[in-house]
């Protein structure tokens, strides 16, 4: 089977996180980027089911330049190829102008599977992948927890989450946009090995108009929505919080506890 | 003709999903400040008396779709049934609770009408460039206001907690059925079992004091500490996501135990105490805690939106605090 696997670079959520000076998106200088936490599991199932199959799997990301360094991680971890949509006119967009490039960069490579995360650490719209599907025209799922591929790639048998701790077991045709959710398998680590063919590997970086897509289609052009401003949320009326080393705070905590919220 | 506001009504085992009615307070305030008004729709199979609780709220129509294909939940159906009526009646605004099942299906929708998708919100302004919208980011740490540039119905989904229900409005809407619903709707998805998730044995629900743990403990290997302040608080242990997905909370015999997680996708609980060490605070976990009646956090980072809806905090590090707290409560209670 050839699989496509969808990443997204984010940033780290330990990192200090600031407002960049046109109040519209953070400051990215000095911050730190990983692969979006559902994503890496995905990539796992990518890498575990063209091994089961004997196919491999093309890692796609849109991005600016830094998001090579994840292409990078993704190849060192045993996919066979990457392709960076990286070209200016990608950049920029909501879940629907992304789903457009995605898609077509999808269509362009040929795939029987794509395998995304459920939602993006950063921006979270959980929209984009189930776009890309309505592009290509396929079913997908949101939430998936656990996947079999079933009948040499024809159907495949998908765990989905519902809430409240219950899951639902359904089958979907092939091919399928389907959309992990963290934890449904446990992500591998990359080999000295795997990090040293992976330098060896293409990284493909398609125009726009190499994958036959108008630019006005694409990016903040293409999109619906505009971010107006991000800030820190107002806190409330927030915590009391308790100063001191740690033996004193904790001390001042347990009193608290029992004197003012009587709930010890 | 005014604006009209529909509301998708989300279901299950013959009940309005609490979510449905947080939905139906997000659009009558919608609609109030639109000066348009409001609709419910409601789709499934052998609907019988949810069309009673559905209509009775404030509603100008409630549109209903009873049909087979809509027995179990599935995307091509439901997209199949709502897109021609949405195109036909051209709301300004399409609402639908954030949950695990409209954001399932509501961006093909979005897709099918190229209408613009707000999900994930969780508060609105009427400016003077129109609706601008509120939605957490980067997992609640930030909030973003986003606006529709674009013309044409929005399709967007509300956050559990951001429009209490108790704030919709009771009424006794006129049922109707859904116009232009084409015939033959098929089901992209062949249902074969629903599954609790991990063993029932575990049942935070009840507990009166819970020790959480989340992502900063850092490791498998560290989680004795709170094992420990948990006994001496005769507390139970939760967890959030990260923790249980990584694998670091083990039972006796080796596994994870996934029926501790805390949260939209695990057990909503409502303990006396609820300590959380090194949980950031993102609106998954939250929905599931916020109902403790005291909640303490312990966090190395002043901003994690945690310490906005507790009670107590303290800025640390919890492998210090921790054991200093074991301590002070052994003290106490010793
Ligand atoms: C559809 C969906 C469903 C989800 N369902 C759930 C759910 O049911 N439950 C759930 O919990 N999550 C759920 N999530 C995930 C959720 O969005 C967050 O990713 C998750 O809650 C974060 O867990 P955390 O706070 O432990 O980790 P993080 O967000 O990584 O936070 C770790 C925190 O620890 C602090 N820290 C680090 N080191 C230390 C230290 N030494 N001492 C003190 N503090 C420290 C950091 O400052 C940070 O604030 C869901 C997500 C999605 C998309
Ligand atoms: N820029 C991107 N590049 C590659 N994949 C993406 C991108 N944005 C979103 N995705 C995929 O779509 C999923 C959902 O993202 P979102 O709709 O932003 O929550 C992610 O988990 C990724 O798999």
């Known amino acids: 089977m050839r699989i496509a696997v969808c990443i997204k670079q984010v940033p780290d959520t330990e990192a200090r996180l600031r407002v960049a000076k046109d109040g519209k998106w953070l400051d990215e200088e000095d911050l730190r980027f990983v692969i979006n936490e559902s994503d890496e599991y995905a990539v796992e199932e990518a890498l575990t089911w063209a091994e089961k199959t004997g196919g491999e799997v093309v890692i796609i990301s849109l991005g600016p330049a830094r998001v090579q360094e994840a292409l990078r991680k993704g190849l060192a971890l045993g996919a066979a190829k990457a392709i960076h949509l990286v070209d200016e006119a990608y ?6 102008a992304t789903a457009v490039a995605l898609a077509a960069a999808i269509q362009n490579e040929g795939a029987d599977l794509v395998l995304t995360g459920s939602q993006s650490d950063d921006v979270g719209y959980g929209s984009t992948a189930s776009l890309v599907a309505g592009h290509l025209g396929w079913p997908h799922a949101w939430l998936v927890m656990g996947l079999e591929v079933e ?31 963290a934890g449904i398998n446990h992500p591998r680590y990359a080999s000295l090995k795997g990090i040293m063919k992976a330098k060896r590997k293409p990284i493909d970086k398609p125009t726009p108009a190499e994958l036959g897509l108008d630019a006005a289609s694409l990016g903040a052009a293409g999109s619906h929505l505009e971010i107006l401003e991000i800030a820190f949320p107002d806190s409330g009326d927030g915590a009391q919080m308790i100063e001191g080393d740690a033996a004193a705070a904790a001390k001042e905590l347990v009193e608290k506890l029992q004197k003012e919220a009587r709930v010890l | 003709m005014s604006e009209q506001v529909w509301v998708v009504l989300q279901h299950r085992e013959g009940k309005l999903h609490r979510m449905s009615k947080e939905a139906i307070a997000a659009g009558q305030r919608l609609a109030g400040e639109i000066g348009g008004t409001v609709s419910g729709v ?51 605004f399409v609402v639908f609770p954030h949950t695990y099942q409209s954001v399932d299906y509501f961006p093909r929708l979005g897709q099918a009408l190229d209408a613009a998708l707000v999900p994930e919100v969780i508060g609105f302004e009427n400016g003077a460039d129109g609706l601008i919208w509120q939605r957490p980011i980067l997992g609640g740490k930030l909030q973003a206001r986003v606006r529709v540039k674009t013309s044409g119905t929005v399709l967007l989904s509300v956050q559990s907690g951001a429009f209490p229900a108790d704030g919709a409005a009771a ?36 507990a009166d004091v819970i020790v959480a743990i989340g992502r900063g403990v850092g490791g498998a290997d ?26 670091w909370l083990l039972d006796a015999d080796g596994n994870v135990e996934r029926e501790r997680q805390i949260g939209s996708s695990g057990q909503t609980v409502a303990p006396k ?62």
């Open chain 2, 222 to 247: 560290k989680v004795e500490s709170l094992r420990e302040l948990a006994k001496v608080l005769g507390a139970d242990i939760g967890a959030s996501r990260p923790v249980i997905d990584n694998g």
């Open chain 2, 42 to 92: 409601l789709l499934g199979s052998g609907l019988g008396d949810l069309v009673a609780q559905a209509s009775a709220f404030d509603l100008a129509t409630l549109y209903t779709v009873d049909d087979s294909a809509l027995q179990d939940y599935n995307p091509g159906a439901y997209v199949a049934a709502l897109t021609p009526a949405i195109r036909e009646q051209a709301p300004a």
């Open chain 1, 91 to 96: 950049q920029g967009g909501d879940a629907r």
């Open chain 2, 273 to 334: 105490l609820y300590i959380a060490a090194g949980i950031s605070g993102a609106i998954q976990h939250l929905v599931g805690m916020k109902g403790a009646t005291c909640i303490v956090a312990i966090n190395k980072d002043a901003t994690a939106p945690i310490f906005n809806i507790a009670h107590y905090g303290i800025v640390g590090d919890l492998h210090e605090i921790v054991p200093a707290l074991t301590e002070a409560v052994a003290a106490v209670k010793g």
């Open chain 1, 151 to 181: 009948e040499g790639g024809a159907t495949a048998k998908v765990t989905r989450e519902m809430e409240s701790g219950m899951n639902e077991v359904f089958r979907l045709t092939l091919p399928a946009v389907i959309e992990v959710q």
């Open chain 2, 171 to 206: 009424g006794q809407a006129d049922v109707e059925p859904l116009p232009s619903v084409p015939s033959g709707l098929t089901s992209d998805r062949e249902i074969l079992e629903v599954q609790q998730v991990g063993d029932d044995q575990v049942d935070l629900t009840k």
